[in-house]
């Protein structure tokens, strides 16, 4: 393995790959941007400086730019304030994305870790399950449950629907790397000592697989937060003052001034409506690629390519 | 390579078959088109939602429904949507529904359009892209393509239309299907569906393919540029390099075919994504695919015309999976052999 000198004596995998890790400013900036805004998201209701959806009806008509009083990031045209909008649709959209890859990753480390380890009609009938859900883009059927419910579907609705969809990219991964350690000497060793299949898969292979397993679960962070995002900017709701999303307020900056606004008004001049939804959206997507990259090389180092 | 098609069309029919049952069976049981005709209290509703219920056997078991669908399906296609157009004593359909299968073959071809220039693309410009970072791996435009990349890769492809769109129509536009705006005069680029004739089909496709495309490059061009880097070690790169062979030629013949392989496989497992992607695409500039259907079925709970789309989008996926898979059996004569 392509273990340095430095890394090895007695330190503990886990030891070596958050060395690693560390070596790499962009993972570990990467990882704070990815956790300050789910803290950010976690904490909104007790950050946001008024409750989500109140109007200003002084404002209507007239949307205030950033940093005027009262109101940091100025109001929308509906005369809502849009920090608190951008701190619950922050909220929203890690949410989501921490419930679908918490259940994606559970959901496909089981039916990988089973269809790789036993094989035979198990497997093939799980990789064809897995072909067949993976045949379904999740962003229809997310623009269907929204169309089903008729009003905005809450993060934990979104999350568990992602969740349902999004497993097969883990289960793929699983399934391979499951496949492939089942031969090795020590599963054997295992084997000749007495151990049960159950604790061999969960006490000596899956723990060798969890470097694949954390790499995959970012990757299907990044995939909900897209589709999350692009349903909520097509199957774009009006009524969605309580429940804003990050793709709403994309859909909010383009649709929102012509339709409720009675001067015109160019997105030059509601530029806040845009810009900080977006860049927020773009940054959040950013670093988690960057980060599922850090992860994959730290904790997969014998994968890891050269760059 | 027979058996292998064979094969790989087995499992596409299967697949779409699974498809239709589960979607059958979910929009089935929760979606009833004739609930409208219960909102008015009087007898003569009441009439005519148990003859609608009745005609497209809206109250029998779900599983003797999809069989029925299915039946229908080999009979005469998707069928039409449900008619409540009812009226007289006793009550019978005025009209009929609208067929739905003409007006989805339409726009899953729009799509499957849409799907296939993209790919091209992303298959062309990831292998240009990534060789040529691969050959100047750690020069600075290396580095730069790289960031170019990356930032490809993390801005969603609504974004990236979204972001073109504005650029063709003007900044004070709003550009989703429904409340399109036109486009600024004397714009190269239009927005809505292609009309008819190449001209055309390129002054309304090019912005979407290239939006769709984008962020595929991004992720592919770094998928092709390690490969290439594996490639270029090996010692069948050597011995190319070392019987004389122009460097061009061995970049593009040697290393870069059997970098090839691993890009079209990884591209044909991801597909269903695409196309989720290109349903956004479509969304944004309003080209006329599956997107304009799923958002014109807003409000209209009709359960044949939801099955019908979600088996025409997952058989637009299975098509292309086809395609992808005999596209790296043809490169890589392992695997025909190993079928």
Redesign the interface.
């Known amino acids: 393995m392509g273990s340095r000198a430095e890394d090895t004596g007695r330190r503990g995998p886990w030891r070596q790959a958050a060395r690693r890790f560390g070596r790499r400013p962009e993972g570990v900036v990467a990882l704070a941007v990815v956790l300050l805004l789910f803290v950010i998201g976690l904490l909104a209701p007790l950050l946001a400086p008024y409750t989500v959806g109140r109007l200003f009806i002084e404002l209507i008509q007239t949307p205030k730019p950033p940093l005027t009083p009262h109101h940091p990031l100025g109001t929308d045209v509906l005369s809502r304030d849009f920090a608190t909008q951008m701190l619950y649709a922050i909220r929203q959209t890690t949410s989501s994305a921490f419930i679908c890859a918490a259940g994606a990753t559970a959901i496909g480390v089981a039916i990988g870790a089973i269809a790789g380890y036993f094989g035979g009609w198990f497997g093939e009938l799980s990789t064809?399950a897995t072909?067949?859900v993976?045949?379904?883009?999740?962003?229809?059927v997310l623009?269907?449950v929204s169309?089903?419910s008729?009003f905005p579907v809450s993060p934990i609705g979104y999350g568990l629907w992602l969740m349902v969809l999004l497993w097969t990219g883990v289960a793929?991964v699983v399934g391979s790397t499951v496949a492939s350690l089942r031969k090795r000497e020590y599963v054997e060793a295992a084997r000749a000592a007495g151990a049960s299949n159950l604790r061999i898969l969960t006490r000596h292979v899956l723990p060798n697989t969890s470097g694949e397993i954390i790499v995959a679960a970012t990757a299907v962070i990044g995939?909900s937060i897209?589709?999350v995002?692009?349903a909520d900017?097509?199957?774009?709701a009006y009524n969605q003052a309580e429940k804003p999303t990050l793709?709403g307020l994309?859909?909010d900056a383009?649709?929102s001034?012509?339709?409720v606004l009675t001067h015109?008004?160019?997105?030059?001049d509601l530029w806040w409506l845009y810009v900080f939804p977006?860049v927020t959206?773009?940054l959040l997507?950013?670093a988690v690629?960057?980060l599922g990259d850090a992860l994959a090389e730290a904790l997969i180092p014998q994968r890891a390519?050269?760059s | 390579m027979i058996l292998f098609v064979v094969r790989r069309l087995l499992l596409a029919i299967s697949t779409i078959l699974a498809v239709s049952f589960g979607a059958f069976v979910a929009f089935g049981t929760s979606f009833d088109p004739s609930g409208p005709l219960a909102a008015s209290p009087d007898a003569a509703a009441h009439r005519a939602r148990e003859l609608v219920q009745a005609h497209y056997h809206l109250t029998d078991p779900i599983l003797s429904r999809y069989v029925r669908w299915l039946g229908g399906f080999f009979d005469h296609g998707f069928g039409t949507t449900v008619s409540l157009n009812v009226g007289g004593s006793p009550p019978r359909f005025i009209t009929e529904g609208d067929p739905i299968g003409p007006q989805l073959m339409h726009a899953a071809g729009i799509s499957a359009q849409l799907v296939g220039a993209a790919l091209v693309l992303v298959l062309l410009g990831s292998a240009l892209i990534g060789t040529f970072s691969a050959q100047r791996h750690r020069y600075r435009s290396d580095v730069g393509v790289r960031v170019f990349a990356y930032l490809g890769a993390a801005v969603p492809t609504f974004l990236i239309g979204d972001l073109l769109a504005r650029a063709i129509v003007g900044n004070s536009v709003t550009v989703t299907a429904g409340t399109r705006q036109f486009p600024a005069a004397g714009s190269v680029f239009l927005l809505g569906p292609p009309t008819g004739g190449a001209v055309d089909w390129l002054r309304h496709m090019t912005l979407p393919v290239i939006a769709l495309a984008i962020g595929l490059v991004g992720v592919y061009s770094r998928y092709v540029r390690s490969s290439m880097l594996v490639a270029l070690d090996q010692p069948y790169v050597m011995t190319a390099r070392a019987k004389g062979l122009p460097e061009r030629r061995v970049l593009y013949r040697h290393a870069l075919r059997n970098s090839l392989i691993p890009l079209t496989s990884a591209l044909t497992l991801e597909i269903g994504a695409v196309i989720g992607a290109s349903i956004a695409v479509d969304g944004v500039f309003a080209t006329g695919g599956l997107a304009s259907m799923f958002l014109e079925a807003v409000g209209r709970s009709d359960p044949f015309e939801m099955t019908a789309l979600v088996v025409t989008t997952a058989g637009l996926v299975c098509v292309f999976m086809f395609v992808g898979d005999v596209l790296v059996a043809l490169l890589d004569p392992r695997i025909r052999a190993a079928a």
């Open positions: 064809w072909g067949v993976a045949s379904v883009p999740a962003l229809v623009i269907i169309i089903w008729r793929r995939q897209v589709i995002a692009t900017y097509l199957y774009y793709g994309v859909s383009t649709h001034a012509s339709l015109s008004a160019s997105l030059g977006t959206l773009v997507l950013l690629s960057v390519t050269r």
